[in-house]
């Protein structure tokens, strides 16, 4: 079969991450490579920058410059928030015929990965030779096949290292303190908060996720055993927790802050989840004087600089270089998984998984990792999350104390 | 004059830092070259350790688990929030004198250099020699007489770095964001945010401060401003802004939601302010697709692990070893403060300066670094700011955008 010669594109879509530029650099690196591909051009943020044709032309970037943008956080090319509609993709799809675009690498999560298989389904309809490639990235870890998603890796090492800090905060300072971690559906990034324990008394000592039920009565028992243990408790708990009817309580929130829509202040916010648990607490030992307080994490999760997850790093650049690699071997199309081949030592390969396998549905922490009662993650998600973290930074305690 | 020999005790307080440790360290390993100091007693949670006698004796530390200790951010003696009365320091004195303590070093702000200074009193009026060392930190920076407080540029490097990856992950994602920083009175930690500036358009695009009145007004006509030239706008705040009648709007959210007390979720919670901010530019945008977001950076400024700065380090080391040698070398009493002899490069030497000097009163971000209309840090803080928070992540921009 002959070569498919011809123009790249190569865009970022979503929530950004802290090696997403890897990805990034390892598509422009391998794609320098290839005679097949002519040009390579980076869409301003993403399918946005496509259908305004707004183009960077990649090859022009300096090799020392990129190595310094691999390591910076956050989308260099800019990013977006929007799954294209078919007409859009139409119109994508016709602005790559024109201008003799053959390959195609969107990273991104599931709904890059839809965005690709949409446009790949157009370009097979219309006989137009091209390959596209989902080039995976989340903080979530929430793709389909993969045994886990570049940009996890980082943003648990910030979830763990937070962890660390905070409990020895609260060591220091005894009371309750509530830490809310990114994650609507999946509980992967509050749960890595476990790697900050080192010692039996070591926080976070109770661990919500999306995946189990989230009960105020059960979540209050809960807090006044640890506090009864320990004289103090440090809660992980994601933003997606939600009750037995399936509504979110950050949700629920929202809902009764609308109907007291007098007040000034949104309930919904940034920190309300946080600081409705803090209240419950401090209701609950009204009259006693305890230290309750309450942190949302926020973007600094997926956009602290220099911070990141060395494996996460190398195998990010990895699945930007390997789709490169993959489209231009053969006629074949699809998104980038990792698998893990041992873990120890920690050895992972890659392979190509069809586009509509991880295009769809996302996936969610697999329940062995839960605890009885939904209320902590087991010591076994270690062996999963540790080697994709790395090393953690020095914690130490007196020895006489 | 003959060498006072006897006991020593160090005790640390108030908000920890990431560096607090250094100085305990320094203490002990000053404190054990000493003839001078038989033994030294750390108290666990300060002067509330010292009033129960809950002590462990630090010499016994091994020396590598010290040096891993010094790495380790927040107090690892434990600490506490309490200033105490006449009575329970006159309670403190006795148990000193009833142990044969001769030293007594206290590591924290101004409320701990009050609590030496009533004490030191106390031994003098009772004709008890004794020698008493104020060691300072805090992150707020806001002590007397110093030229910057240990725990300060450690904090400053982190909120420096957080800026750096949230500019880009808005740059990345455009829209409003909201950022509040620790400091109630003073603003130089909200000030060090902009560090994170390396190109014209990069935020924080404007920084509010407790030293200049807000209004909210203003503060909307300052982010349509931006808004309309960059298409972004990347705003920090410190936890203390407040209004020309001194009131600061966090304490006016908390009274507002008192008024409104018949909902669940208390509005002077952690995330309240930034909520509000971020509240009153939707509603200002409304109708139009803005993306508006708020975050709280929290206990995280303060506690963050492995990301230290080395200039912080060393002199929190630094000024933990100065307090033992001053009181050992002879009968002086005071507190440990930084004088800066040269910028560039940055050389800095400690000096001891009299109890009363920092007990009183802190200092707060000189009117100077404010920009005209209170809305903006000036370039000039940045000779200040830069070599107390050393190297920076790396963050770099594609050469074509």
């Given at each position: 079969m002959a070569k498919l010669v011809g123009n790249a594109v190569v865009g970022q879509s979503g929530g950004p991450t802290c090696v997403i530029n890897q990805s990034l650099v390892g598509v422009i690196e391998e794609a320098k490579k290839r005679k097949e591909i002519r040009k390579l051009l980076g869409a301003r943020h993403g399918v946005k920058g496509i259908l305004k044709e707004s183009f960077i032309d990649l090859f022009k970037e300096?090799?020392?410059?990129?190595?310094?943008?691999?390591?910076?956080?956050?989308?260099?090319?800019?990013?977006?928030?929007?799954?294209?509609?078919?007409?859009?993709?139409?119109?994508?799809?016709?602005?790559?015929?024109?201008?003799?675009?053959?390959?195609?690498?969107?990273?991104?999560?599931?709904?890059?990965?839809?965005?690709?298989?949409?446009?790949?389904?157009?370009?097979?309809?219309?006989?137009?030779?091209?390959?596209?490639?989902?080039?995976?990235?989340?903080?979530?870890?929430?793709?389909?096949?993969?045994?886990?998603?570049?940009?996890?890796?980082?943003?648990?090492?910030?979830?763990?290292?937070?962890?660390?800090?905070?409990?020895?905060?609260?060591?220091?300072?005894?009371?309750?303190?509530?830490?809310?971690?990114?994650?609507?559906?999946?509980?992967?990034?509050?749960?890595?908060?476990?790697?900050?324990?080192?010692?039996?008394?070591?926080?976070?000592?109770?661990?919500?996720?999306?995946?189990?039920?989230?009960?105020?009565?059960?979540?209050?028992?809960?807090?006044?055993?640890?506090?009864?243990?320990?004289?103090?408790?440090?809660?992980?708990?994601?933003?997606?927790?939600?009750?037995?009817?399936?509504?979110?309580?950050?949700?629920?929130?929202?809902?009764?802050?609308?109907?007291?829509?007098?007040?000034n202040v949104q309930l919904s916010g940034s920190g309300a989840l946080g600081d409705y648990l803090a209240e419950m607490v401090k209701r609950a030992y009204q009259g006693q004087k305890i230290r309750v307080r309450a942190d949302t994490f926020g973007y600094l999760q997926r956009s602290f600089p220099g911070f990141y997850s060395e494996v996460d790093a190398r195998e990010a650049r990895l699945v930007g270089r390997e789709a490169v690699k993959a489209a231009t071997k053969g006629d074949v199309d699809g998104s980038i998984a990792i698998k893990r081949v041992s873990n120890k030592p920690y050895r992972a390969t890659t392979f190509v998984t069809p586009l509509e396998t991880v295009a769809k549905e996302t996936t969610r922490l697999p329940m062995k990792y839960l605890s009885e009662q939904g209320n902590n993650i087991k010591d076994s998600f270690r062996d999963y999350v540790a080697p994709l973290v790395g090393k953690l930074p020095v914690s130490a305690r007196l020895q006489g104390w």
């Open positions: 300096p090799k020392a410059g990129l190595e310094k943008v691999a390591q910076t956080p956050s989308s260099a090319l800019g990013s977006v928030r929007m799954k294209p509609g078919r007409e859009d993709c139409l119109k994508i799809f016709e602005i790559f015929r024109k201008l003799d675009v053959r390959y195609f690498f969107y990273i991104g999560g599931n709904d890059s990965a839809e965005t690709v298989y949409i446009i790949n389904q157009m370009a097979a309809e219309a006989k137009y030779q091209m390959r596209v490639f989902h080039v995976p990235k989340t903080i979530d870890n929430d793709l389909k096949v993969t045994d886990h998603c570049p940009g996890f890796g980082s943003a648990a090492k910030f979830v763990a290292a937070a962890f660390m800090g905070d409990n020895l905060d609260n060591r220091s300072l005894p009371g309750v303190k509530v830490n809310i971690v990114m994650g609507r559906h999946a509980g992967f990034l509050t749960a890595a908060s476990i790697l900050a324990r080192q010692f039996p008394d070591d926080g976070p000592h109770l661990v919500y996720v999306p995946e189990a039920v989230f009960s105020d009565e059960q979540f209050m028992a809960d807090v006044r055993a640890v506090y009864d243990k320990y004289g103090r408790c440090v809660i992980a708990a994601s933003e997606g927790v939600h009750y037995a009817d399936g509504k979110a309580v950050a949700e629920r929130l929202a809902e009764s802050a609308e109907r007291d829509s007098h007040g």
